[in-house]
Each structure stands twice: as C-alpha cells, then as structure tokens.
C-alpha cells in the first residue's frame, strides 16, 4: 500500500504524505514518491507538483528503525534526483519539522514555502551519520559552504523564520499547509517561475578546510560525523554535483557501519522509551498545578526556578527569613541567567519571581500544593522531621517527594502516614539545567504517584529514569563503583590527570577528578565517614584526599581540589600537594607505582561501571539496561555516541568485558566480582540490548 495520497487540483497535481506518527521516509513512502511523480508526469494537463505531509510533520527524516538493515531500493538519494530532475514544477509545503531527509526531499523541490511555527534542520549527526540524500551537496549551492556547515555540523533545528533568512526557503506564510502551497504554486505558475534547481546552482566558495575541520573534531569530543560532514560538504566545492553525491553517499554508508552511528541510535530510542513502562499503562498521573520545595539551597533553588520556568506555581519554604531571602536570590539568579540567554523576557522574569513564587518559613503555606520535593540537608533525622511537618499539613493525595541522594526512601516513606504517597525524585545539580530526573519508587509508592513523578518530569522538560530503591539508586551507586576504581588506579601509580585526560579523550565530558572538585570534594569525604564503619577489610580506600579535606579545601569552591582554580580562569591545573600525598599513601601502603596506558584506564574504569551496572540491572533497581544507559547519559556527562555504558559493553562483546573482570579478580578478588547477570548472559551468548527487546514486547 502506497502511503502517499495523489490528487489533483486544476494543473496541479498534489502528493500528500500518510505516514504516522511523523511522516518518516519509509520504503512505502520513497516508492509512493517514485509513482507518484510518474504519474504526475504522465497526467495531461498537469503543470506542477506539490509535496505535503498529513498530520504533525512534513517529514521528519529517513525511516529510523531501517538502519541497520540492507537499504532497499529505490534510495532516498535517487528519490530526491527524481524530484529535482521533473519537467514539471515541484513546490514543498512544510509545516511541523522536516529534518534530514525531509528537508533533503524539500531541497529537491524546486521552491519552499513553510508554516511560521515549523522547524527545519538536519540532525544526522545525532545518530552519528551525515546527511545522506544530498543535504551536503545542495544545501551549500544554495545559501553558501559556511551556513551549511552551521546546520550539518550541529544539526540544530532551524525555526522557519530564521530558515528564511538563511534561504533555506522562500516563503513563510500561516495557513493549512496544503492551502498555502497551492496558493503559493499558483503563483508561481502564473508569474511564469521557471524549474530551479539546487544542483544546478554554482559551486560554492571554498573556505579554509583544515580549519574547520579540526575545529568541529575538537567541539565533537570524540564524535566522528560531524567532521566527516566538513568533507562531505568540501565535496561540494571541489567536485561536480553527481561526484558530490557519489561522495557523500560512500561516507553515510562508511558511518552507517560505526559503533558510534549504533550507539546514537541506541540513545535516541532507548530516550523515547524510558518513560514506556508497563507498570505505568493505563495509570493516570494525579494533576499537578502547584508545586511545594522545602529547603532552597542549591538543589532546591534549582527545582523551584525549574518548576516557575515550566509554569507551575512554587512555594519555597526555608528555616528562617535569611535563610528564605537567599532562596529567593538563588531562584532570581538562576531567571536572571534565562533572561541573558534570551529565554524569557525581563516581564516574565518579574512575574515569575513575583506572582508564580512564594518563599515562606510556614509550612502551613503547603496546605493547597499538589506535590512537595523536600531537598534539605541530608540527614535522616532532618528529612523525617520534615515529612513528619509535610503529613501535618499537606492535603490528602498530594503527593510527597524526597530528592535525597542515598538516604533509605522506605524510611522516610514509613515515617510517614502515607508511605504510598512518597516517592524519591532526585534531581542533579544544577537542577534547571541538567537533564536527568531519577524517579526513585519505594516499596509501598501508588503506581499514580510514579506516574506523577513521570508527568512532572516530562513537564520540566527531563528525561525521567525510573530506579529502585538502594544506596545511590542507579546513578550515584555505579558512580561510586567506577570512581572506586580510578582511585585504585592513583593507587597503583596512575595520576589523576592522566586518568582525567584519558577519560576526556573516551568521550567524558569531564575526568572523574575535575567533576570531583567541581561537585566539592566535602560530600565524597563525608560518605566514606558514614560507610567506614560497614566496610568490609579487602575494600581499598585511598585516604590522600581525606587529608586535603582535612585542611579544608574542597575543591572549585575552595580554590583547591585535586586542581588548583585560579579567579576568572577557567579550569584549573593540578596541584602539586595531591602529588605529594598520594606518593606519601604509596609509601605507607608498601605500592611500587605502575604506568598505565590510557587504555588500560579506560577498561578498567568501563569495566566497574558496566560490572556495578549489570548489579544494578539483576537487582532490579533498574528495570531495563537501557535505563541505566539513559542515566548516565543524561546525568553523567557519558558520551552519547557510545549509547551507554551498557550499550558501550555489547559493543565490546561482553565475553570480553568480563574476561577483563576475571582477570582484574585475581589482584583484587572482593571489589571485582562479576556480576551474576553479566555471568549469565555470557555464558547464554545474550547481549543486554536483548534485555531491553523483551522488556518491550
Ligand atoms: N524514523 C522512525 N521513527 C521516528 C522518526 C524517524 N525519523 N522520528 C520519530 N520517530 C518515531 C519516534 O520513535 C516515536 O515513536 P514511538 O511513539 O513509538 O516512541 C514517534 O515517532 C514520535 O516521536 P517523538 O516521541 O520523538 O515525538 P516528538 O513530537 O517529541 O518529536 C521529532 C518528533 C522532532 C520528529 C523527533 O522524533 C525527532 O527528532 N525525530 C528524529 C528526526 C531525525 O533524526 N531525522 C533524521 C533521520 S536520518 C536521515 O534522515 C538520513 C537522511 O539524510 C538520508
Ligand atoms: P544545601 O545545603 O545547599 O541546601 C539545603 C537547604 O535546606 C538549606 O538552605 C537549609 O537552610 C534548608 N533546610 C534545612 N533544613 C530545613 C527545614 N527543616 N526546613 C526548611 N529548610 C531547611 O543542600 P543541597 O546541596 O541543596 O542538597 C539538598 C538535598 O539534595 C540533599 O538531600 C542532597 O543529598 C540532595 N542532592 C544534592 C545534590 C547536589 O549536587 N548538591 C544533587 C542531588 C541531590
């Protein structure tokens, strides 16, 4: 069945696109495309085309869920030349998004009209590809090399307005999209337009290759494709148009093969599919309007400026009025950075901070609100006295929330009248900013209470991972795993920076030890004093750090950490006293320090994360791996063109990562015990992703 409708209207033959949910380029639509220009031609009378999507998009892009499988003919590449290449005039309408090859389809037609409201962009380089139906070779004829580079490289959407100014397309107007591109095409017709095509246009200009292809490796940190755009769209330049294509086909192709394009398309559905969990079908969120935040330090200003930007209406309430007054200094300062950004307007900022925000030290203040997140000092006897206040007042069905990072979240339930009314939703700092929400369900929590948590996060704009309780829920546990292992790596002779540097290299938006000094170095050094009295005696723990602390630095905040920061200098360099004590710890312990490749690092640090992970995962803490992919993703600065830690495994084979494990066993027998579900999935020959697939279906 084709899925693109033919009609006609006067001498204008119309080819509507029906394809659900987004119009995506499937087989059946490239054929209906195909068949619908040859009729199109071969219809007496007919003068030109016009190309619609029904529904919510235009296109949005080639068929996803095809990568990865055999291309089927006829190609996209080819369905965009039998556009470009009609006697007859081709108009595109666009309205919602045309990404990729959607907007490689409008660049085929001969002019472009959009909806005001409608995006364009070509975001193959977040799955690790380049653009692969002539993007890199028309785009740049058309509004010049540097602009294309700016919209292939990034692959940010473009609003329609600013795709006007850039000449991506020729006319905005408001109206019904099949409406408006009649209108349009008539007038065309009437003025006499003539065919215009992309490829026919000039070569562009040349600009300084190397320049900007070294620049776009660095900004990638690791990622291959948007380099490889830069000589794609070179190609446009120092080649005929049919070379180009030829050119840029080979380069999809080659990227179609990577790990890197496999991890990306990992992250994109594994994203859609974190909040798709079957506990949840059919489950109604309870409706959230008002939001309560107790305690406004740093995480809790985060929540509350996230919470008044997504239109809720927040009461704050602090210990006292100083206190309360430097809440409120906080959530303005978090708006005021909005407003430099040009997020919102200076009106908005005053009625957020005004109307939409009330900071208060009453709790009764809480008696209407529809969800409380407490972020208090982390203390249980705190939190217990702060649920206890929050039960007292709090209307029935609200629901109660903790953003605690490690405490027992039954606890606090059970402290409670109404453990199923609580649940842990623990944020990341800087709460306004970062991505990641864990909704941490505890034993007793309704299942419309996670749902809650759910809808809030989707409201807030994250990407909501759902986690079970334990010490860290999934994040914060397997952090503690992998940081473990780089300490014992300082340890046995590796510095800091070298594993900083390795793992930056890896992908990591930053080394363990910068993100250590950035986090302050303080919270590290109070939880290996609360876990030391349940320490087992085979577990190594470094104490050079504990002596920093001890003399009160604490990393960024302090000026001094495992670096040393300097005012108004971004980053720091290291710092000779770690140096020193870590030599003096070697000395103690009897270690002869060892060299270390980075690649050594990198397995062995991977090798923790996925071994804790793979607990993490037969626990049940997390329901599916690619939950835990998506945390570390979105709250660990991991790289997403390696999908995950978990995805990043199945790359690697997983017989390999736990050989590594077993080897790494026999120095340090208690801290590397394979995980029982990554021993059962070797010895069945099952990868994670085959978890992810049968929580699916
Ligand atoms: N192919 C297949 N499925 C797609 C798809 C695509 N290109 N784009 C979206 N979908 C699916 C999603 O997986 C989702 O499925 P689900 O309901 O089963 O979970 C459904 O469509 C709706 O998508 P979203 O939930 O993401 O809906 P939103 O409204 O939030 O976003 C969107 C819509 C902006 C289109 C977003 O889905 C998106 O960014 N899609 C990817 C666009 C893209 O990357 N296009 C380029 C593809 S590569 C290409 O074109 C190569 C070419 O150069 C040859
Ligand atoms: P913080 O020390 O910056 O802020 C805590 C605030 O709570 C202070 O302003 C304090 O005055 C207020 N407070 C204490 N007791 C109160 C009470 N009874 N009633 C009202 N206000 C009270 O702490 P931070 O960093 O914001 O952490 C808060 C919680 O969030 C902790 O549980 C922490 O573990 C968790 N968390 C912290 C993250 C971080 O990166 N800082 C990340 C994720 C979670």
Redesign the pocket.
């Known amino acids: 069945m084709s899925n693109v409708a033919y009609s006609r209207h006067d001498d204008i033959a119309v080819l509507t696109i029906q394809n659900p ?2 119009n ?2 499937s087989l059946a639509v490239r054929q209906g495309l195909m068949a619908g220009m040859d009729q199109a031609e071969a219809d007496s009378g007919v003068r030109a085309v016009l190309i619609v999507g029904e529904g ?2 235009f296109i ?6 095809e990568f990865g499988k055999t291309p089927q003919a006829p190609w ?1 590449p080819d369905v965009c030349n039998r556009i470009e290449a009609s006697p007859l005039l081709v108009v595109g309408s666009m309205h919602g ?1 045309s ?4 907007l ?1 389809v409008a660049l085929a037609a001969h002019y472009r009209i959009a909806q005001p409201s409608s995006r364009v962009g070509l ?2 380089v ?2 690790g ?1 380049i ?3 002539g ?1 890199t070779q028309r785009l740049p004829r058309l509004i010049g090399v540097e602009k294309a580079l700016d919209a292939i490289t990034t692959g940010r959407h473009i609003k329609a307005p600013e795709a006007l100014e850039m000449g991506i397309i020729d006319k905005v107007e408001e109206g019904d999209p099949e409406a408006v591109g009649l209108a349009y095409t008539r007038s065309l017709l009437d003025e006499g337009a003539s065919r215009r095509a992309v490829s026919e246009m000039p070569s562009p200009q040349a600009i300084d290759w190397h320049a900007a292809y070294d620049a776009t490796l660095k900004k990638g940190r690791g990622q291959i494709s948007p380099a490889q755009a830069v000589r794609a769209v070179q190609a446009s330049v120092e080649q005929s148009f049919e070379e180009g294509m030829k050119t840029e086909r080979q380069m ?1 192709m080659d990227l179609m093969k990577t790990d890197q394009r496999e991890g990306m398309i990992h992250a ?2 594994s994203e ?1 599919a974190v909040g ?1 969990l079957p506990e949840l079908k059919g489950v109604e969120p309870r409706a959230l309007q008002s939001i309560g935040v107790i305690g406004g330090g740093t995480m809790g200003a985060g929540i509350a400026t996230a919470a008044v930007l997504a239109g809720f209406e927040v009461v704050l309430i602090e210990m006292k009025d100083e206190a309360a007054a430097a809440a409120h200094e906080r959530i303005a300062g978090n708006l005021s950075g909005a407003v430099k950004r040009g997020k919102i307007t200076q009106q908005k900022f005053d009625a957020l901070t005004t109307v939409a925000l009330t900071v208060s030290t009453n709790y009764d203040s809480l008696a209407s609100v529809d969800l409380v997140v407490e972020a208090v000092f982390e203390d249980m006897d705190v939190k217990k006295d702060v649920f206890g206040k929050l039960d007292a007042v709090c209307k029935p069905g609200c629901v109660l929330a903790t953003n605690t990072s490690y405490l027992d979240v039954n606890e606090i339930a059970d402290s409670t009248s109404r453990p199923a009314d609580v649940i842990g939703l623990h944020f990341f700092s800087p709460a306004h900013v970062m991505k990641l929400l864990e909704v941490v369900v505890a034993d007793k929590t309704a299942a419309d209470v996670v749902a809650t948590g759910f809808a809030l996060g989707k409201a807030l704009g994250k990407t909501s991972v759902r986690a079970g309780v334990c010490d860290g829920f999934i994040g914060n546990r397997i952090l503690a795993t992998y940081r473990t292992a780089a300490d014992h790596m300082v340890l046995d002779g590796a510095t800091p920076y070298q594993i900083d540097a390795a793992l930056e290299k890896f992908g990591f938006a930053m080394g363990p030890f910068a993100v250590a000094d950035l986090a302050g170095l303080d919270i590290g050094w109070m939880t290996r004093k609360r876990k030391a009295p349940t320490r087992h005696a085979d577990e190594r723990v470094p104490t050079y750090i504990d002596r920093l602390c001890e003399q009160g630095h604490f990393g960024q905040k302090t000026g001094q950490g495992y670096y040393i920061y300097e005012k108004g200098k971004r980053g720091g360099v290291p710092n000779p006293a770690i140096t020193r004590l870590i030599e003096e710890e070697q000395t103690a312990l009897g270690i002869t320090p060892r060299a270390f490749t980075d690649a050594e690092i990198v397995r062995r640090y991977m090798s923790a994360m996925v071994n804790e992970a793979a607990k993490v995962v037969g626990e049940g803490i997390a329901k599916r791996p690619l939950d835990v992919d998506m945390t570390l993703v979105f709250g660990y600065g991991f790289p997403r063109y390696w999908g995950g830690p978990m995805k990043w495994a199945d790359l690697q084979g997983l017989g390999a990562v736990l050989s590594d494990i077993e080897t790494y066993a026999q120095e340090d027998a208690w801290f590397w015990q394979p995980a029982p579900l990554l021993t059962k999935l070797v010895a069945e020959g099952r990868t994670f992703d085959d978890l992810n697939k049968e929580a699916a279906k």
């Open positions: 949910p987004v995506a380029l919510r998009a949005a892009g080639a068929d996803i869920t996209l998004v990404l990729g090859g959607g490689e975001p193959e977040h799955l590809l653009p692969g139906a993007a999809f994109f559905f859609r798709n």
